[in-house]
């Protein structure tokens, strides 16, 4: 399976993120904010701002002397045993939170053997999660998730895709026809959240941006109910920037 090769800006935060912790590993006695930043090249303000990151996230840890250490989370994670459990608990952990900071339900979605699968969500009697009244696998075509999964794929990937799966008219904002759902795909930016207004559910609205780590096709995405639909945009660009954490523990 052949992937579109257009890196988002979360993406690149999390590679920068990677450095400063590879850095901060090969220094067991600790680490100045001086050093990381001659040594991983990156500007003091990025440089803060991805050391806040990784302090909330239990990656880093400050000692008293200001110095940074590998954190626990880390070493969980890095540890070959319960890694996937220590992965899954990482997880909803940074989703749980991005739901609270968002004030949306929360989906980390993975494109796994042809199939378009939501492998963990976050939801609250406030952020209900979306109804799924049809199987994903069967409404890439008119789900955010599905979309974003599919418009990361080459054309011969969707193309495949879209024999399997029927493209069934679920409300009246769906799109049915192949060509313009194609086309539309083609000419989404990597880096604009893909929104899905009412094309898969009446009365909800969704939004989704990649977390492509690797060879693995992967979304994180929200939901709204209709009437919060005014918020649909900035809660979309929260979650672009919230999408940095949950790509940097896929990554390590």
Known sequence: MALKNEPTAPYHSAQDALRVLETVSHRTTGVTETELARQCGIGADRLAALLRMLRREGYVEQVTDGAYVTGAALGRLGSAHGREQALRDKLQHTIDRLRDSVGAAIYISRYIDGEVRVTQYAESPSTPAVNEW??????????????????QLDHNGRRDHLARHKMARLTSRTITSERLLLSRLDSQPATVPVLDLQEYAIGTVCAAVPITAGSSVGCLALSLPVEHAHRLRRAADTLNRGATPVLLSLAI
């Open 134 to 151: 049809v199987d994903f696998r069967s409404s890439a075509h008119a789900s955010a998730v599905g979309k974003s999964l599919l418009g």
